[in-house]
């Protein structure tokens, strides 16, 4: 999707966020093109499936988020403990995840949120470190987010044609 209203871009920007306090790190979304600069976070959203009935707006949504640095300028003793500190974030006042993330999004529904794995691995070819999470969440549109505010009269039929 990726579209800037779209469960899967609110949900990236809402974990994202909670990334600002990790100093030194480059926090990158699917929206970001170019280069990413080391180190760095990369986080990607995408539905999996929509539940309860197909149209419904609730939706599967996996999130990968990747931690890279490179390995010939950081022990991975140093890459490991910045990795706890990203970890940490995700649980920051001691709320749940699902809380975390619904607290900094404004146009999006979160209805549960988790890690569903972890991946450690070693990139041989780039020289980097990389360690990453999956989180499972279950979400949808805000009813009275953003696109509450939109008129559908007969008059202005334009704009429901954008929101399609």
């Known amino acids: 999707m ?3 209203n779209s469960p899967d871009y609110q949900l990236e920007q809402s974990i994202a ?3 600002s306090s990790v100093t030194g790190v480059n926090v ?4 970001r093109t170019g280069a990413k600069l080391f180190p760095y976070i990369a986080i990607s959203a995408k539905p999996v499936r929509q539940l309860v ?7 599967d ?8 640095d490179t390995s010939a300028k950081v022990s991975f003793s140093t890459f490991d403990s910045t990795y706890l500190d990203i970890f940490a974030c995700l649980y920051g006042t001691g709320e749940s995840l699902q809380f975390e993330i619904q607290d900094n999004s404004i146009d999006l529904k979160v209805y549960m949120a988790r890690i569903s794995s972890q991946t450690p691995t ?3 070819g780039k020289r980097a470190w990389k360690r ?4 499972s969440a279950i979400a ?3 009813p009275a987010g953003g696109q509450a505010g939109l008129n559908f009269s007969k008059f202005l039929n334009s704009q429901y044609l954008a929101v399609i």
Do not use: A, K
């Not at 990158?28 to 929206?31: A, D, I």
């Not at 990453?132 to 989180?135: A, D, K, M, R």
């Open 28 to 31: 990158y979304t699917t929206t």
């Open 132 to 135: 990453g999470l999956v989180i």
């Open 122 to 124: 070693i990139e041989v």
């Open 53 to 59: 009935t197909p149209y419904s707006g609730v939706y």
């Open 61 to 68: 949504m996996q999130v990968s988020v990747d931690y890279s």
């Open 2 to 4: 990726s579209i800037l």
């Open 17 to 19: 966020s909670l990334f």
């Open 140 to 142: 949808t549109p805000d």
